[in-house]
């Protein structure tokens, strides 16, 4: 079973702004890195308000141990979750069919940088937080809770931090 983390609205602003926050309890795989500490630790994870039915996912990813990937995701509101590579101007790249998370690195999800893109997904609004299931070919699924924001009203958000 997935742990489940709850990360707190100043830690996943801290991670979106690019200081990761090691804290005891944070989401894990199923297998300990060297430290005693799950191998693949999720330190935020944000999702602006879909605009035409389609949002992103950024995502700060530790991984604690050896190479891994990110091979699929889901989220409690469904909806279909592919990757983007990165793309200089932006604008998404190609889709991939799986994120390299190098061993003992941050992978920081961002708009020039790797993506979750979300399309379909039903009853996303700002302030929602809803489950994000990260699935790893090493470490397995890890759940987080992701924080549905709306960064037009002032909502916490990847932009603003």
Not at 35 to 46: K, L, R, T
Request: glycine share 14%.
């Amino acid at each position: 079973m997935p742990h489940v983390s709850r990360w707190p609205t100043v830690l996943r602003s801290l991670a979106g702004a690019g200081l990761i926050a090691a804290a005891a309890g944070g989401a894990g795989g199923c297998a300990a890195g060297a430290a005693g500490q799950p191998p693949i630790q999720v330190a935020s994870a944000d999702i602006p308000v879909p605009s035409h039915g389609t949002t992103v996912a950024y995502v700060v990813i530790r991984n604690n141990g050896s190479a891994d990937q990110l091979v699929s995701a889901s989220t409690s509101d469904g909806g279909r979750l592919t990757f983007q590579a990165p793309s200089p101007a932006g604008a998404g790249g190609p889709t991939i069919a799986a994120v390299p998370i190098p061993a003992d690195s941050t992978v920081a999800m961002r708009p020039d940088g790797y993506r979750i893109v979300i399309t379909g997904a039903r009853g996303m609004r700002g302030g929602k937080d809803i489950s994000l299931t990260l699935n790893f070919a090493r470490a397995g699924p890890v759940t987080v809770v992701a924080l549905v924001t709306n960064p037009e009203t002032g909502g916490n958000s990847y932009f603003l931090n």
